[in-house]
Structure formats: C-alpha cells, structure tokens
C-alpha cells in the first residue's frame, strides 16, 4: 500500500465515489434550504395579506385630513394626529359601549359554554330515541341563516310569555325583554345562541373521542352520572372548553344582527361603529352649529379608528391567551 503523509491513498475510484457523495449532500443541503426559503416566503406572503387590513387601519387612525388627499403619502402619515381617536372615542361613547359589550359578551360566552358542553356530552354519551334527529336539527342552525327567523324572534322577545303563564297573572300580552340582556341569555341558556350549532358539535365529537373505559370505572366505583361527569369528564375537556369560550367571545364581541335586533336604545361597540361616521357628524353640528357632510374618505378614515378601537380589545385577548388557544385548538383537532 502506498502512504501520503501517514493517509492512505485513495485510488481513483474511490476518489470519484468520495466526490460524489459530496456533490448530493451539497444538492440535498441547498434543497433544504430553498425549500425553507419558499416555505418562508409563503407564510409571510400569507401573513401580510392577514395583517395588511390591520396594519392599514392603524397608520390611517393617525393621519390627518391633509394625509388623506396627499398623495406621495401612502401609509406612514406626514403629520400624524391623535384626533381622529379622539372624535371617535367621544363619538362612539367607548367607554360606556365597552363596558355593556362586556358583559354581553361575558355573560353569553359562559351561558353557551355551559348549555352546549352538557348538550354535547349528552348527544356523545347516550343513546336516546329521536337523536339522530335532534343532532340534524343542531346541524340545520349552522346552515340555516338567521335572518330567516329575525322577525318571529324579535316579536318573541317584545312580547314574551312563558307558557301563557305571564299574560294569566299579569293580564298583559306579554314583558318587554328588548333592550335588555334577557334575550341573549335565554337563547345562550337553550342552546339556540349565536353559532351554537358549531359550538354543540365541537364538544360533542370530544366527548366521543374520549375512551369509555374511563366512565365505566367511573361507575364500578359507585360514582353517579352527574359525578362523572363533572369530576371525570369534565376536566379532560377543558381544551375544548376554551375553544368554545373563546369563539363565543370573540363571534358575541363582533356580533351586528342580534346586537341590532335586541338592542335598540343600549350602546354597544358593533351598532356604535355602524353609525361613527352620523354620530361625528352630529357631534360637528352641536359644537359649531353648521350641518357638514363628511366627504367618503374622512368617513372612511373615521370608521377604520372606529374599527380598530372595537378590535384592540380582542387583539389584547389574543396576545395573552395565544398560547392557551393554540394548543386548544390542537388537541381538539386531535382528539375530535
């Protein structure tokens, strides 16, 4: 064998071989590393096109009148104002409009979770006569738009009546729950609020992908139904749980057609920012006594603030519970 420097030397076959390898792990590297690229580029493509509304609104809050008609400013404005926030903040009455969608939205949630966490459990559990009609029906609310039942529950709520009971002792037609939060809590309560259809379904596939074993060793163990299900069903889906909270918040935060329907004469985020733009208006005509119309770009510029005061909360939401949300809605997918 011949040595060079204490190495031995390779022949030439095994030379090309030796460069061979190299020139495929040289390719397989910069594949990798192109296909991180254009994976990168995707997400961050997708990313911007997610955000830019957002992002949009922001730099417009804080522009001036003059921004608006300048046309080397596109989104970083020359003279950058805080009195479009200002306008709107009194225009839309935030802190008081906050404040009731607050609790509207609070009080909903934990009505829903709780009525459709106990229909869910139920329709994943038992067998019953009738339930394969009663799930189509809970799959119907998803489809069906509400809209289409917008008179009927507006007539219901302005004249209700538990039974005739109420008419009986009163004498009267009926209560007037309008403008109060009794209609979002009665519907939440039955299961019939806003997308509780969806709601019912999550929990319901959760509870049946849960093993039945452990309900049986529930029950060997003397433990009753309603035991088992608050003490061992119960804690196991609390994933599910904060999916469910969480989109009944955010769905009853954004909510126009029962916040429209129910409260006509209660200040609430969605109807204040449908009528921001009438309300400054206003707000113009009592401070100088001149009735001006706005032109579409200062009212745009107006409803995108309104907008972006109504979202920061839920914004602030997110940032905090992201972690909590993102893995909820992992082991749902998982698990359902």
Known sequence: MEFVLGKQKQRPQERIETRHKRKTLNIYILSLYGWALVRGVIVIGICFLI??????????????????????????????TFENIKKVWTAMEYPQAFWNTLKISLLTSIMQLISCTIIGYGFARF??????????????????????IMIPLFLHFRYFDLFGIISLITGKKGINLLNTQWPFVLMSATGMGLKNGLYIYIMRQFFRGMPKELEEAAYVD?????????QIMLPSAVPAMITVFLF?????????????????????????????????????????GVNTNLSPA???MYTNTASLLAILPLIIIYLVAQKYFVESIERTGIVG
Do not use: H
Not at 128 to 148: D, H
Not at 222 to 230: D, H, K, P, V
């Open 51 to 80: 955000l830019y509304p957002t992002i949009l609104k922001i730099f417009i809050s804080f522009m001036s009148e003059s921004d608006l008609y300048d046309v080397t400013v596109k989104y970083i404005p020359k003279y950058p």
């Open 127 to 148: 067998n019953f006569k009738g339930k394969s009609l009663l799930f189509t029906l809970v799959i119907l609310t998803m489809i069906v738009p509400p809209q289409t």
């Open 222 to 230: 003397g433990a009753s139904m309603f035991r088992t299900f608050y």
């Open 248 to 288: 009944s918040f955010v769905w009853q935060w954004t909510d126009t057609f029962y916040s429209n329907l129910f409260l006509q004469n209660v200040r609430v985020l969605s109807a204040a920012l449908s009528s921001v733009s009438f309300d400054i208006t206003q707000q113009i005509y009592w401070e100088t």
């Open 298 to 300: 200062v009212s745009s």
